[in-house]
DNA sequence: CACTGTGGCCGTGGTT
DNA sequence: AACCACGGCCAC
């Protein structure tokens, strides 16, 4: 007897059972229930479709010594572009048949490389953290009846954890070194450990073995839906599984008996915990930091924790921990340990809702999300909407196509090279979301371009033309997503913004904005299925010829235009409405969903000339403030990470005092004490420091830079350094080139005075001072300016 | 192997 | 002194 319930879908894997595959949903209703679809892979072939039955005879040998053959053939029908395509749709007995049985066919095949589940979530329709209803007889659903999205989110259960480790030797080693402590945090939270200790939050329990167990029970009582973790899949879950391995410890995290399990998924490791989903916070903030939703110079679980939730770990050294460990100071590394957890919680707890809407955006379970690049998203949320549009999903390239691609870069933006010089009166105007808007309002797909001929279509400047005739997968989507976004917005006005349904409804439209804009990059992408070099083409052409045409008009219109950079025009105004009223003029000529907006008005604003002297002014660098004293600052040394702070504070207080306050005497007063302060050989280490990632192996570099030389003094003292380490260093009195000087932070003693004053502080403020007429002789000696002219 | 794209600035160490 | 390649980070 079938019985109807509901539950939200939280996330899929797949088992065969006595030759039969199924899907294993994971599914919270009231409980966690775990239960099973039968469901056949299958993949297609265009090939003969009338003789479709002669692939039934394929016999096909796997890796493991099985013969594989299809249990199952019929004909399907797919969009390929504005043409119905008739193929052999072939399904097989378990996942792990299609390659082998793809790999004796001699036609070309589709579908036959994306993962089964994700398969299974396209064909269903399914959306993680949706409402499902479904019918199920024992463990078996025998049918999926709707997918909803459900008023409230599911709640979830969360429980951060981190461990230390023994560390005589810096690094811990796995065989030898145990694990001292466990702390977590979730409904309640703790310390486990094996000595003694004061602490009320310390459960002392009899060895290593012991700590380990009691652990796996307090995720049992815990029963958290998400475990919280920060490099927790590179270090704490490894070394956990090495120690239990080691000790014959019961290590058991997962639900319903699942254990876990290592995967590389591209760049990245993930760690499985079956049943739950292990969100690692690293790398989902090093995600975040690179797409700049977040602006961090490192990313250690404190700088992360600082720059987010304002709060720091406590002051223990890695080193130092064995110490602590054998001197006494177990109540001292039980404090730090414990707020390790905290701060791992809290920043699972900010970065959790942002998380499942991406999840239930991109219809990628919550695990694989945490796991995913911006190419991977849009290209899940593609093949989910080309399937239930009935479209072929087109093959990922491989080998030669892409280094051809790669090869063939795209033309981009315009940028306007700027008179350098300060200006009052300045109107910054942009088009809202350019490229989406571009691709949505030109019906710019893969699918609508059309080879030749084609009278209903939108012609590019390129020459490419797109049809008007049957809107586009990639314009369908973005369309959807933008839309949403623009009145998820509006909603958000007069919501109260310390409600759960804000916070949901905030990170939803933050997922869709970091979804939306990453749909241009991936037409442009070598490795992309629906890669178009004429669709890319288009939408930067079109961009390039929206701009120059606002420029134009502008000028046109008495404007003087001082920049401009792909989406932006800056113009120098004397009424406000003027601004307006050709802004609203603008908008009148604009197609479909394209739309001019008005950034801001800033009374005043710094352009500076590059670097190789002349009046050349520099692209993407200007400050500018805003009526209501606010200052908004592009490209300068100021927000750059690789520039000491002695440097950037400097320039951050000279482009103050020029902005706010319009003294050039001030700024040179600002200057002179600087390097005064320099020279006196009291500036604290930390103020010097130079932050640089090192994106390649240290062994594969062709040059020698500062940054590399620092890293080798690392390593020499046992200091881990790989590709993606990011080097701290200060540069000193010793050696004779920079490089020689470059000394990591940590081991850094003194510096070299000389350096800090012209090759940081002075380039980082002569740009400025340049316009204002002062030369770098000036700063040094405090001599007079060379021009007395005044600007203000 | 590699993290959606192109345009752009600039330091460092090297060559001419 | 002028110029270049490499490499990193930022604007959009």
Redesign the pocket.
């Known amino acids: 007897m079938a019985k109807r319930r509901r539950a939200y879908f939280m996330d899929a894997s797949y088992v065969v059972k006595k030759g039969r595959t199924y899907v294993a949903l994971l599914l919270k209703g009231k409980k966690v229930v775990k239960l099973y679809y039968r469901y056949d892979p299958y993949f297609l072939v265009d090939g003969p479709v009338e003789r479709k039955e002669e692939f039934l005879d394929i016999q096909a040998q796997k890796k493991n010594g099985r013969i594989a053959s299809p249990i199952h053939v019929e004909e399907a029908e797919k969009y390929v572009g504005l043409e119905k395509k008739k193929l052999i749709k072939l399904y097989c007995r378990e996942p792990s048949d299609v390659p082998a049985i793809k790999s004796q066919i001699p036609f070309p095949c589709f579908e036959s490389s994306i993962p089964f589940v994700r398969r299974f979530i396209f064909d269903m329709q399914l959306s993680p953290f949706h409402v499902i209803t479904y019918e199920r007889e024992g463990r078996e659903i025998k049918k999926i009846i709707s997918v909803k999205e459900p008023k409230e989110a599911p709640q979830m259960e969360t429980l951060s954890f981190d461990i230390e480790t023994y560390n005589p030797m810096g690094a811990p080693r796995e065989k030898k070194d145990p694990v001292i402590m466990i702390s977590y945090r979730g409904r309640n939270k703790g310390v486990l450990t094996y000595k003694e200790s004061s602490r009320e939050f310390v459960e002392s329990l009899e060895n290593e073995k012991a700590v380990i167990e009691r652990f796996s029970e307090i995720i049992a009582e815990e029963n958290p839906d998400v475990i919280y973790g920060y490099n927790s899949a590179n270090f704490d879950l490894p070394y956990l599984d090495a120690r239990a391995k080691k000790l014959n410890a019961r290590l058991m995290p997962g639900r319903f008996k699942g254990g876990m399990r290592s995967l590389r998924k591209?760049?990245i490791n993930g760690y499985e915990i079956g049943g739950r989903v292990h969100f690692d916070l690293y790398p989902v903030m090093?995600?975040f930091g690179?797409?700049g939703l977040i602006k961090a110079q490192k990313f250690t679980l404190d700088a992360i924790a600082e720059e987010v939730l304002g709060k720091r770990k406590l002051d223990v050294k890695k080193e130092d921990i064995y110490q602590l460990w054998d001197q006494g100071g177990v109540d001292q590394l039980a404090d730090y340990s414990i707020v390790d957890a905290e701060l791992t919680y809290d920043l699972g707890e900010n970065f959790l809702p942002l998380e499942m809407e991406m999840s239930s955006t991109a219809k990628i379970p919550l695990f694989q999300v945490t796991l995913s690049?911006?190419?991977?998203l849009v290209e899940n949320l593609l093949m989910y909407h080309a399937a239930e549009r009935k479209e072929l999903i087109p093959r990922r390239p491989v080998g030669e196509a892409i280094y051809e691609r790669l090869n063939a870069?795209?033309?981009?933006?315009f940028?306007k090279l700027p008179e350098p010089g300060i200006y009052e009166n300045i109107a910054v105007l942009?088009f809202r979301g350019l490229y989406p808007s571009i691709i949505v309002s030109y019906n710019i797909d893969p699918g609508t371009l059309l080879e030749d001929g084609g009278e209903n279509a939108y012609v590019s400047p390129t020459g490419a033309k797109f049809t008007k005739e049957k809107q586009g997968l990639v314009p369908v989507v973005l369309d959807y997503l933008v839309d949403m976004r623009s009145k998820i917005k509006s909603r958000l006005k007069t919501m109260d913004r310390s409600s759960a349904a804000y916070v949901k409804m905030n990170a939803r439209s933050h997922a869709l904005k970091i979804l939306s804009?990453?749909f241009?990059?991936?037409l442009?992408?070598?490795r992309s299925r629906y890669y178009s070099r004429p669709c890319a083409e288009s939408v930067t052409a079109w961009g390039r010829k929206h701009i120059m045409d606002t420029i134009q008009k502008a000028e046109k219109a008495g404007f003087q235009v001082l920049y401009a950079?792909?989406?932006?025009v800056f113009l120098i105004y004397e009424e406000k409405n003027q601004v307006r009223d050709f802004m609203n003029g603008i908008n009148d000529s604009l197609p479909g969903k394209m739309e001019l907006e008005l950034e801001g008005f800033y009374t005043r604003g710094v352009f500076v000339s590059?670097?190789?002297g002349e009046a050349r002014g520099?692209?993407?660098?200007y400050a500018m403030i805003e009526d209501d004293g606010r200052i908004k600052i592009?490209?300068f040394e100021l927000?750059?990470?690789?520039w000491s702070d002695i440097a950037k504070d400097t320039q951050l207080k000279v482009l103050e005092a020029i902005l706010k306050e319009g003294s050039k005497q001030k700024a040179v007063r600002i200057v002179r004490e600087t390097i005064k302060e320099l020279e006196k050989g009291t500036v604290p280490l930390e103020k010097l420091a130079i932050?640089?990632?090192?994106?390649?192996d240290p062994t594969r570099?062709?040059?020698?830079?500062?940054?590399l030389s620092a890293a080798k003094k690392m390593l020499k003292r046992g200091i881990p350094v790989e590709r993606?380490t990011?080097i701290s260093y200060v540069v000193g009195r010793k050696g004779a080139?920079?490089?020689e000087k470059a000394v990591p932070l940590e081991l850094a003693e003194d510096y070299d005075v000389e350096y800090y004053v012209n090759?940081q502080v002075l380039?980082a403020v002569m740009?400025i001072l340049k316009e204002l007429g002062y030369d770098e002789y000036s700063m040094k000696v405090g001599g007079k300016q060379k021009s007395l002219d005044s600007f203000f």
Not at 409 to 413: E, L, M, R, S
Not at 565 to 568: E, G, I, K, P, Y
Not at 639 to 642: G, L, T
């Open positions: 591209g760049m090093r995600f690179f797409i690049t911006s190419g991977q870069p795209i033309q981009g933006a940028v942009d804009n990453s241009y990059g991936y442009g992408y070598a950079d792909t989406d932006s590059k670097k190789g520099a692209k993407k660098k592009r490209g927000v750059r990470r690789d932050i640089t990632q090192l994106k390649k570099y062709e040059i020698k830079s500062p940054e993606g990011i080139s920079i490089s090759n380039p740009k």
